[in-house]
């Protein structure tokens, strides 16, 4: 199946300060999308993003589809931005499509 | 707009007990999904279904089953509950596998003792 990597692993910001999330897949993908999990476990769609770039309010993503990897960029970082940051793929042939994640970035943004 | 509904949101299960976690959505999705979340780690696959009355097995579907009877509902049954299974549960739709994005429910936190 298909491999999907998250780095880095754990990130901690000072409010204010910028960053950069990267996501990198091994293998052709029909869909990506970048989810936050917030500190009470819920699920929030920030982007779908296949290819190109997208941008909502203070973040932004790009994904570069023929070089397998996506880029989700968080400026001026808030405390409410902490939690984990998900990539996940969807591959496949359209019968067996699945939506694969990576294991995060678990990111703390300190007053 | 409910989107995807997961009931219920906490659950304790003695070992060997069953159960059925309700999945619905309301977006007349065709793919629907069940993942389940061990602390600090991702999401892992476990069922999938492309349609009604069309199942598949994803990652991790030892001790689950499932069933899917109409668009909207895709419950999750655990049979023999074992403390491995102890994790959080999120079921998903999108409205095709491949090409339009996936919306997930708010999960359910089953812990088994």
């Known amino acids: 199946g298909i491999q999907v990597e998250q780095s880095p692993p754990d990130l901690i910001l000072q409010e204010g300060a910028n960053s950069t999330l990267r996501c990198n897949f091994s293998?052709?993908?029909?869909?990506l999308q970048w989810f936050h999990q917030n500190p009470w476990g819920q699920l929030i769609n920030l982007f779908y993003?296949?290819?190109g770039t997208k941008q909502n309010g203070r973040l932004s993503a790009t994904t570069v589809a023929t070089e397998r990897y996506s880029l989700l960029y968080i400026s001026s970082s808030q405390t409410t931005d902490s939690g984990v940051y998900f990539c996940a793929v969807f591959w496949g042939e359209t019968s067996g499509s699945r939506l694969t994640f990576g294991e995060g970035t678990q990111l703390t943004v300190n007053p | 707009n409910a989107g995807v509904t997961q009931t219920p949101k906490f659950r304790i299960l003695k070992i060997g007990q069953s159960m059925t976690l309700q999945c619905t959505q309301d977006m007349n999705h065709n793919y629907m999904y069940w993942y389940r979340q061990d602390p600090g780690m991702g999401l892992k696959l476990i069922y999938y279904s492309v349609g009604a009355g069309i199942t598949d097995k994803g990652e991790v579907p030892n001790g689950y089953n499932v069933s899917r009877s109409t668009t909207e509902d895709f419950p999750l049954r655990l049979e023999l509950a074992a403390p491995s299974q102890t994790s959080v549960y999120f079921c998903a739709s999108s409205q095709r596998g491949r090409s339009t994005e996936a919306f997930f429910g708010q999960g359910t936190r089953l812990t088994v003792v």
């Open positions: 993003i296949p290819s």
């Open positions: 293998d052709s993908v029909n869909n």
